[in-house]
């Protein structure tokens, strides 16, 4: 496609279940980013691919959050035992490479009741 | 670590006016900054990037200083529209990729 494609676009769940959040980056994009933004934050940052590979994960909330990329392409970020301040937009970036301008998807709102 | 500070009080400019919003970074002077927009509902839209060895990036009506001394970067739009009221991002690149962002300043435009 011609941008960066996130779905859904939004997701209520209840406190507890698993989520599964999609990105379909630009294709020839070798860098993806993960980010989650709170209502008037900036955008923190959770992990990056270059390719399929996450050479760090430390900005991962805790243990309950997992991404992997797969084919170069697209790439998923897994909730498990959602918590109610897990509750953000996540946005996901591709760019050519990782020293190159990101293109935003816009973002799956999650909620947790 | 690394923090950016933008102002968190919306801007309020008038049309035709340059709208000029501030970005301050506390340690080490970053390889380069940038510069994004963010409508409501929406994913941050790249706008302008500036490297540490230039002092200065124009596009079409908008302008980027870097200022390595203040630890600033300034974003000027000129002949500013109501259009182009939005939530205006820095981001700075840490040493592993990392962009590194600010909360963002809103600018709002009055016809």
């Known amino acids: 496609g011609a941008g960066v494609s996130q779905s859904p676009s939004n997701k209520v769940t209840e406190k507890g279940k698993d989520v599964e959040l999609r990105c379909d980056p630009i294709?020839?994009?070798?860098?993806l980013y993960w980010y989650r933004q709170s209502l008037g934050q900036g955008l923190e940052f959770l992990i990056y691919?270059?390719?399929?590979?996450?050479?760090?994960k430390s900005g991962l909330p805790s243990d309950r959050f997992s991404a992997e990329r797969t084919g170069g392409s697209v790439s998923t970020l897994t909730i498990q035992r959602t918590q109610q301040e897990d509750s953000a937009v996540y946005l996901c970036a591709s760019s050519f490479d990782l020293y190159q301008p990101q293109h935003f998807g816009d973002g799956t709102r999650l909620s947790i009741l | 670590s690394q923090k950016i500070e933008q102002n968190s009080e919306a801007l309020n400019i008038q049309e035709g006016k340059t709208a000029t919003l501030t970005c301050n970074y506390t340690n080490y002077s970053p390889a380069y900054l940038q510069w994004y927009r963010q409508d409501p509902g929406r994913g941050p839209v790249f706008l302008l990037l500036?490297?540490?060895n230039e002092k200065e990036k124009r596009k079409e009506r908008l302008k980027v200083t870097f200022d390595t001394t203040l630890k600033q970067s300034l974003f000027h739009i000129t002949a500013s529209q109501p259009a182009d009221s939005a939530t205006y991002l820095c981001a700075l690149v840490e040493s592993n990729y990392q962009l590194i962002w600010g909360a963002g300043t809103k600018l709002i435009i009055k016809p």
């Open positions: 294709s020839g994009h070798t860098a």
């Open positions: 691919f270059q390719g399929n590979s996450a050479p760090d």
């Open positions: 500036i490297r540490e």
